[in-house]
Every structure is written in C-alpha cells, then in structure tokens.
Nanobody
Framework: QVQLVESGGGLVQPGGSLRLSCAAS????????MGWYRQAPGIQRNLVAT???????NYADSVKGRFTISRDNAKNMVYLQMNSLKPEDTAVYYC??????????????WGRGTQVTVSS
C-alpha cells in the first residue's frame, strides 16, 4: 500500500510563513507529478502548485511569487514553502501524488490534509 502524510500546518499571522511537508511511503516504484491542493469551507478543492519528476513547476495565480514547491526524489518528499501568507490562504492543504507501485500500477493518491489558518 501507498500513503501520503502531510505535516507543518498551523496558525500563523498575516505576512508570516509556513512550510508544509508531505511524505510518500509504501510499495513505491516511482513517483511522477506531486502537488498541493487546498480547500476552504464551502469551496471546491483547488490546485495550489505542482511539480514534475524533472522539477518543472506550476502555480495557481493567487500564490505565484509567495509560495514555492519543491521535492526530494530520494526521500519521496514534497514541500510547500508559503511566505507572505494572507487570510485568504486559510484552508485545508492536501498533498497529491501520481505514484507507480511495485505492481506497476499507476494511481493518484491523496493525503488526509493539514489545516493552515492565517489570522491575527
């Protein structure tokens, strides 16, 4: 089995920073794209940022210049550095990864999410 576990969420004041981490574990053969999505109450889950296995990145317009996605392929980790946080960044942040397992099956996996609250 494969699982994704996020960490690093919390409460931060506007203008502050947080770093989210996501660890993939289990019967992993390879990991293709990884990414972060977020969902605020009453709103659909939306893309924040993605990164391919060759480190090509894509960001939502609302976070460009403030958030940075990165990954460590050796550790099966993906990170999201969030700077200049705004109250509208408040949401549950979900890790996502497209993973090929040891049966050579490719699936899309989600973590359980980590809460980020930006408030004074």
């Amino acid at each position: 089995q494969v699982q994704l576990v996020e960490s690093g969420g919390g409460l931060v004041q506007p203008g502050g920073s947080l770093r989210l981490s996501c660890a993939a574990s289990g019967s992993i053969l390879s990991i293709n794209a990884m990414g972060w999505y977020r969902q605020a109450p009453g709103i659909q889950r939306n893309l924040v940022a993605t990164i391919t296995s060759t480190f090509s990145t894509n960001y939502a317009d609302s976070v460009k210049g403030r958030f940075t996605i990165s990954r460590d392929n050796a550790k099966n980790m993906v990170y999201l550095q969030m700077n200049s946080l705004k109250p509208e960044d408040t949401a549950v942040y979900y890790c996502n990864a497209v993973i090929v397992d040891t049966t050579y099956t490719e699936r899309n996996y989600w973590g359980r999410g980590t809460q980020v609250t930006v408030s004074s």
